[in-house]
């Protein structure tokens, strides 16, 4: 069974521009979650999607925003990208299966985002 | 507002030796413990994961041991060798019926086993 992908693997961007990164989860997971993974503040959560729903948030600017899509595979877009939003972004899937919580998140390898 | 203490931030084990990494959290409305091992360039892949109403759990040369009372969980690597050499991430999962699959991640211990 395929892992979670993400694409692109590594990006570099200049201030002010903006950024898409995507997520293919496993076959069959329906939830999505993205991380950004620093030096700095380690690994902490931005959002998570189910059935193409943002359904969690974590405490990040409104420029980060996501999305997902009917097959499950998800998005992530930074707008108005800044220094300080270098970072490995992670995504992680889960089964999600609708009345039944399961915590077993399995992680892709990662975007590494540069910004200068 | 932090609620996963983890320590040390980095640990150096002799071969054969036995690693222990120690996480403490602040809220008990939390539901699923697990630890992540994270290998440069590689994303977490989820090592073991406890829930609290048991107090040990054991696969191969890892366990964990959980005190619910202390509000303490930690990590054992029983023979630890050279390809345990990574980075380990505890976290928490607080209680949720559905759709709160958020990780709360440990600041990270960063292991290095020696020959």
């Known amino acids: 069974k395929a892992g979670v992908t993400q694409t692109p693997r590594y990006l570099i961007k200049t201030r002010g521009q903006q950024v898409t990164l995507s997520c293919s989860p496993i076959?069959?997971?329906?939830?999505v979650s993205w991380y950004q993974q620093t030096p700095g503040q380690g690994l902490q959560f931005l959002f998570e999607y189910f059935s193409e729903t943002q359904r969690n948030k974590g405490n990040f600017p409104g420029r980060f925003s996501g999305r997902q899509f009917s097959n499950s595979r998800s998005e992530m877009n930074v707008s108005t990208l800044e220094l300080g939003d270098s970072a490995l972004y992670l995504c992680?899937?889960?089964?999600?299966?609708?009345?039944?919580?399961?915590?077993?998140?399995?992680f892709g390898p990662g975007t590494r985002l540069t910004v200068t | 507002q932090q609620q996963v203490k983890q320590s040390p931030q980095s640990l150096i084990v002799q071969k054969g030796g036995i690693s222990i990494i120690n996480c403490a959290y602040e809220n008990t409305a939390f539901d699923y413990f697990p630890w992540y091992q994270q290998f440069p360039g590689k994303g977490p892949a989820l090592l073991i994961a406890i829930r609290p109403d048991v107090s040990e759990k054991k696969e191969g040369r890892f366990t964990i041991s959980f005190n619910k009372s202390a509000k303490q969980f930690s990590l054992h690597i029983m023979d630890s060798q050279p390809g345990d050499s990574a980075t380990y991430f505890c976290?928490?999962?607080?209680?949720?019926?559905?759709?709160?699959?958020?990780?709360?991640f440990g600041t990270g211990t960063r292991l290095t086993i020696i020959p």
């Open positions: 976290a928490v999962i607080p209680i949720s019926n559905f759709g709160n699959e958020k990780l709360t």
């Open positions: 992680a899937s889960t089964k999600g299966a609708s009345g039944l919580v399961t915590y077993e998140q399995y």
């Open positions: 076959s069959g997971h329906r939830s």
